[in-house]
């Protein structure tokens, strides 16, 4: 399995609050925002987000997840599985794509991505 990283995302209990450091203080650019669930900024390039603790697979996490893109999730998950790594969680983002959630052997979250044009898993 290859991956790529396709996003980073901190959990933030205060959306505003969080925007107010994120992208007013550090000046990263608003690219979209999902209410108080979700925020994509653009920080030089390279992508980062802010996400409510109800966001699928983010409830169980405590900081900050790592989301991994991959050409195919359905080999992902079985890989993953394999492993013995937990499947925490898998959702359909419409024509974005699906991710599926897991927990590495620390237990941290860890996300994987397919675009919708991808296998799904």
Same mark, same amino acid.
């Given at each position: 399995m290859q991956v790529r990283i396709q996003n980073v995302y901190q959990i933030s209990r205060n959306?505003?609050?969080?925007?107010?450091?994120?992208? @007013?203080?550090? $000046?990263?650019?608003?690219?979209?925002?999902?209410? +108080?669930?979700?925020?994509?900024? @653009?920080?030089? $390039?390279?992508?980062?987000?802010?996400?409510?603790? +109800?966001?699928?697979g983010a409830a169980a996490a405590s900081n900050t997840v790592i989301v991994f893109e991959v050409d195919d999730l359905a080999s992902a998950r079985a890989a993953l599985e394999s492993a013995g790594a937990p499947i925490l969680a898998t959702r359909d983002m419409g024509s974005?794509?699906?991710?599926?959630?897991?927990?590495?052997?620390?237990?941290?979250?860890?996300?994987?991505?397919?675009?919708a044009s991808a296998k799904p898993g």
């Open positions: 959306m505003s609050r969080s925007l107010g450091f994120y992208r @007013d203080l550090l $000046g990263m650019k608003m690219k979209f925002q999902d209410g +108080e669930k979700w925020a994509q900024l @653009d920080a030089q $390039g390279a992508r980062f987000a802010l996400a409510s603790p +109800e966001e699928a974005h794509g699906n991710t599926l959630t897991t927990r590495d052997p620390d237990g941290n979250i860890v996300q994987f991505f397919a675009k």
